[in-house]
């Protein structure tokens, strides 16, 4: 797999609320412009659950036409179904998407062997290789770093995205797969760098949606082992990292782009916009930032 930055795109709405497809491509070009390794959409910043299937595949549609062969294309199936997590990676693979990006099945609350046996059953299907994505404070459950070493025997899984905030279960994750052909990203700006220092692959973003030619960057800079300069742009950054993640992402996220002047849109119920407060300081990150 390819390792650096993969920014995990918002999907954009018109006013009324509907899928704004010109948008998305606009974002898109923006995305590979900039030199992103990889756009994955459709995850908790894509606003997957608020979206129709067929919103869904016009999403990948739109990316593919916009960006294959120029960035890895890696949407989430977000799924707590078996059956529907198949659909979905068997759709994907027709519209072509590269990999994909498969959550923790949600609400369920399996159990580490569930989590085994529901990855494995899609792997054996799956015609694309598959991401783990592991995101405890979305889904209920944490998928162990003992869980993720046995599946990263798997042939047809490639790597995880992995939301853990505690830097010694990225770092055990790292240590039982150091002889596997995986690869580990973080899905949280603030442990990009560290986590490659640590010997990852990378990030899933969501600060790429605002700065990808810096995200993009820094990732080069720490893959290469060039660590100045990636620990630079991590400090030049934290601080817009941290405000990104205000309230309920990808509120900030959205907020950002709107600010810029580029489609982003409001969120669908039960998502509402960045609160007042928030906006004023993630504003000023940004004019402090030469980003406006």
């Excluded at 595949?57 to 960006?67: D, G, Q, W």
């Excluded at 490659?196 to 995200?215: D, L, R």
Aim: glycine residues 8%; proline residues 5%; aromatic residues 8%.
């Amino acid at each position: 797999m390819l390792k650096g930055a993969y920014t995990l795109l918002i999907t954009p709405f018109r006013d009324d609320l509907s899928l704004d497809e010109d948008g998305l491509r606009i974002l898109v070009r923006r995305q590979v412009e900039a030199g992103i390794h990889g756009i994955a959409p459709l995850g908790v910043t894509g606003e997957n659950n608020l979206l129709t299937d067929e919103e869904v595949y016009k999403v990948v549609k739109i990316i593919v036409e916009e960006a294959k062969g120029k960035a890895i294309i890696a949407p989430d199936a977000c799924s707590a179904s078996l059956w529907n997590a198949k659909e979905r990676v068997k759709k994907f693979a027709d519209i072509g998407a590269d990999y994909v990006s498969v959550f923790t099945p949600y609400f369920v609350l399996p159990k580490q062997e569930g989590l085994i046996e529901f990855y494995t059953q899609l792997a054996d299907f799956s015609p694309l290789p598959i991401v783990l994505h592991n995101a405890p404070e979305r889904t209920g459950v944490d998928m162990l770093p003992e869980t993720t070493s046995q599946l990263a025997k798997h042939p047809n899984i490639i790597g995880i995205k992995d939301g853990n905030k505690k830097m010694d279960h990225l770092a055990k994750i790292l240590y039982l797969t150091k002889d596997d052909e995986f690869c580990v990203f973080t899905g949280k700006d603030t442990t990009a760098y560290p986590i490659i220092a640590f010997g990852g692959a990378g990030t899933f973003t969501v600060a790429g949606n605002i700065i990808p030619k810096q995200m993009a960057e820094m990732t080069n800079h720490a893959l290469s082992g060039n660590f100045a300069e990636a620990e630079k742009s991590h400090y030049e950054y934290y601080s817009l990292f941290e405000a990104l993640r205000f309230e309920s992402n990808p509120m900030a996220a959205k907020m950002a782009l709107n600010i810029m002047g580029l489609p982003a849109g409001w969120h669908r119920s039960p998502l509402t916009p960045l609160s007042e407060a928030k906006t004023k300081i993630l504003k000023s990150i940004m004019i402090e930032k030469g980003l406006l």
